[in-house]
């Protein structure tokens, strides 16, 4: 692992990279303590985080990545975009950042990444906090995905999408259960990553897999009912439907559900205080904090 640069701010939160497949994986660093990884959703990078960050890192060391082909991570041409590769790589992150057991919050496809991480490793995994995750139960996707990743549509995707900024504004707006609460320059922020087409090609490759990467996620639940989970989900969220939200839960032993009135795919942007609250008391309730 490499440090560049100084500290980001004055939380000291640093940036650095780590080799993995081939290119360097850019991830910020904060605090001390038990470790704990945040992954994003599907087109965010590690800016997803920046209201969470500083309340985590009182007591954590916070690693939160972008993975491999988003935000300024490196984009491989022939990366490979499953559930379970971008679970390993997570994984070979994890084993360099720390020999402990991890906390681990993933959003939206990310949290698809989590679980199977999890499933693969479970004893790498102490606690799950999912934010709305992919599964298997979710309809939205399962269409669409083969549609986009059709080798005849997916190239006019990509070059549409990576030029077309009202596409991008719209699609980010419905992601907002009252678009009206999207801070100033929150837009700005996710996007500055996806101007080129890298990191929709990457976008495409994980279509490409999706339906059967959440048979393959259904399969492997069993091997994580026992891990202490939170389930973060909006009322309004259009991307993961909340309705399966509870047909999840029923994999977990231990799980705690926690839907969010009128927010919509992203509660940490979106009520940011509510979501360090409930992130907060689900860590404090177990040994992670002690």
Not at 48 to 66: G, K, Q, Y
Not at 262 to 281: K, M, Q, S, T, W
Request: charged fraction near 25%; proline fraction near 9%; hydrophobic fraction near 40%.
């Amino acid at each position: 692992m490499q440090s560049v640069g100084p500290p980001l701010n004055q939380l000291s939160v640093e940036e650095r990279f780590f080799e993995v497949d081939g290119g360097r994986m850019r991830y910020l660093h904060a605090g001390s303590g038990p470790p704990m990884v945040l992954v994003h959703g599907l087109m965010g990078y590690s800016f997803s985080w920046r209201n969470a960050i500083p309340e985590l890192a009182e007591r954590f060391a916070v690693f939160a990545i972008d993975a491999l082909g988003t935000g300024y991570s490196d984009h491989p041409p022939a990366l490979d975009c499953t559930l379970k590769a971008s679970a390993q790589r997570l994984l070979r992150f994890m084993d360099a950042a720390s020999a402990e057991p991890f906390a681990v919050l993933g959003s939206s496809h990310g949290g698809g990444v989590a679980m199977m991480a999890a499933a693969l490793r479970p004893e790498r995994v102490r606690r799950l906090i999912l934010v709305a995750p992919v599964n298997p139960w979710a309809p939205r996707g399962k269409r669409l995905a083969p549609f986009l990743s059709n080798p005849l549509v997916a190239p006019v995707f990509v070059q549409f999408a990576s030029h077309s900024r009202s596409l991008r504004r719209f699609y980010f707006r419905r992601l907002w259960g009252d678009p009206r609460r999207i801070p100033p320059r929150t837009f700005e922020g996710y996007m500055k990553p996806l101007k080129g087409p890298d990191a929709w090609r990457y976008g495409i490759g994980v279509l490409r897999r999706w339906n059967d990467d959440l048979q393959e996620l259904e399969r492997t639940l069993p091997r994580i009912a026992d891990i202490p989970t939170l389930l973060i989900w909006g009322s309004r969220d259009k991307a993961v439907a909340p309705a399966s939200a509870e047909r999840l839960k029923r994999n977990f032993r231990q799980c705690q559900l926690v839907m969010m009135e009128g927010i919509g795919h992203l509660p940490y942007e979106e009520a940011p205080d509510e979501f360090n609250r409930v992130v907060r008391e689900f860590l404090s309730a177990g040994s992670d904090s002690a």
